[in-house]
């Protein structure tokens, strides 16, 4: 894994999946609840009430608007460059363009805004262990609020078929990374065949008082009792984890994928410290984290 890739990397072989399953050619006998009307910046934003969690999920994924799709491409930190489309078609050069594709501009909305971390994969964010509530498809969008996450599949009835995802606004309307030559845009939502109902991720546990949410990366880091390396982990972490930051403090150098850190961060929920090289930030002093 390259610290410089970290986000792709920490993907691992769910990634070349999740895009292929973000094009959009599923979902072209789609039926929206509304005739389609084109739509600016200005109309993305929440049309209906909601939680201030929920405004805020819908506000970071409004503030992509006119990001172009690319197929991999995206991070909880921004649009990335993805990859060529072995399908060829618009997506054949989407290597050279750096955008979201679909579960991914929903992994970063839920990160900026709320400090949710999401997994990756439309199939794996569709069965998600943290949702709030869930919704079927014959409730339609009645039910729900701006910010809940609306799935379609192959088979409805099986999350594990999930192959797109999008954030609902409100009135009907969504804002979507759809394909691969389209830009992130606000769309009619679809109640087609394929529509696999919603679920809502506002109200999740959020950063306890005085804390900073940050997602780690790599696999097997150990979490320390004092900031170095010279005693035996308290825990491992098995792979990209949210952890919530108190303070942060200079104690032992570390050096990973060509990196060097001395900068440790205090994690309440282990009582342990891990080095900042493994938090995925690009700053090595995290921003608008005390010192201890």
Excluded at 6 to 26: D, F, I, Y
Aim: net charge neutral; with cysteine; hydrophobic share 40%.
């Amino acid at each position: 894994m390259h610290r410089a890739h970290r986000a792709l990397a920490t993907a691992g072989g769910l990634l070349l999946a999740t895009a292929l399953t973000c094009t959009g050619t599923a979902m072209a006998d789609s039926s929206p609840v509304a005739p389609t009307t084109a739509a600016s910046a200005a109309d993305c934003r929440p049309l209906a009430d909601a939680s201030a969690q929920a405004q805020a999920i819908v506000n970071a994924a409004c503030s992509q608007i006119g990001v172009p799709y690319s197929w991999g491409g995206g991070s909880i930190h921004g649009p990335t460059y993805g990859q060529d489309y072995p399908g060829g078609g618009p997506g054949a050069h989407d290597s050279q363009v750096k955008g979201f594709d679909c579960s991914h501009l929903v992994q970063y909305a839920a990160w900026q805004g709320a400090g949710i971390a999401l997994p990756e994969g439309t199939w794996n964010q569709a069965r998600w262990s943290g949702a709030t509530a869930r919704f079927t498809p014959a409730q339609g969008v009645a039910p729900l609020q701006p910010g809940d996450l609306l799935l379609w599949g192959s088979d409805p009835a099986n999350l594990g078929s999930v192959h797109h995802i999008a954030i609902y606004l409100g009135n009907g309307r969504m804002v979507e990374a759809r394909e691969s030559g389209t830009l992130v845009k606000v769309s009619d939502v679809r109640l087609d065949a394929q529509y696999a109902g919603a679920l809502r991720i506002a109200g999740s546990g959020q950063p306890p008082a005085n804390t900073k949410r940050f997602m780690t990366w790599g696999t097997d880091v150990g979490l320390r009792p004092d900031p170095s390396t010279r005693q035996p982990p308290v825990t491992r972490l098995p792979g990209p984890t949210a952890v919530d930051v108190l303070c942060q403090t200079h104690g032992e150098s570390v050096t990973a994928e060509g990196y060097t850190n001395d900068a440790w961060s205090y994690l309440p929920k282990y009582k342990a410290w891990i080095s900042n090289i493994y938090i995925n930030d690009p700053a090595a002093w995290l921003p608008g984290v005390p010192a201890c």
